[in-house]
């Protein structure tokens, strides 16, 4: 079992910045590919950013070249870096983390808002 806690959400205007973490607990040994998604209101979940245990990253369309993703394998803790934010940038932001046993857990989300 793996535990996620989300923080660093808020409310900013836009063209400002904020960054997320998520930490880890329990079985972080197992812990592979680490993940940011966010849902606005009425929308799917989406997928904003992803870093393998190696390091190597992707992200959406969106959000390239605004966002960073990043990860500390001793802390256990998946970073989001948001520069630049825009109004549709709003959504509640999820850690999502997959393990080496193919198992997949999810944060409880953090509120991220960003005014015109």
């Known amino acids: 079992q793996v535990q996620l806690v989300e923080s660093g959400g808020g409310l900013v205007q836009a063209g400002g910045s904020l960054r997320l973490s998520c930490a880890a607990s329990?079985?972080?040994?197992?812990?592979?590919?680490m993940n940011w998604y966010r849902q606005a209101p009425g929308k799917e979940r989406e997928l904003v950013a992803t870093?393998?245990?190696?390091?190597?990253?992707n992200y959406a369309d969106s959000v390239k070249g605004r966002f960073t993703i990043s990860r500390d394998n001793v802390k256990s803790t998946v970073y989001l870096q948001m520069n630049s934010l825009k109004p549709e940038d709003t959504a509640v932001y999820y850690c999502?983390?997959?393990?080496?046993?193919?198992?997949?857990?999810w944060g409880q989300g953090t509120q991220v808002t960003v005014s015109s």
């Open positions: 999502y983390v997959t393990t080496i046993f193919y198992r997949g857990y």
């Open positions: 329990g079985s972080i040994f197992s812990i592979d590919v």
């Open positions: 870093i393998t245990r190696g390091g190597s990253t």
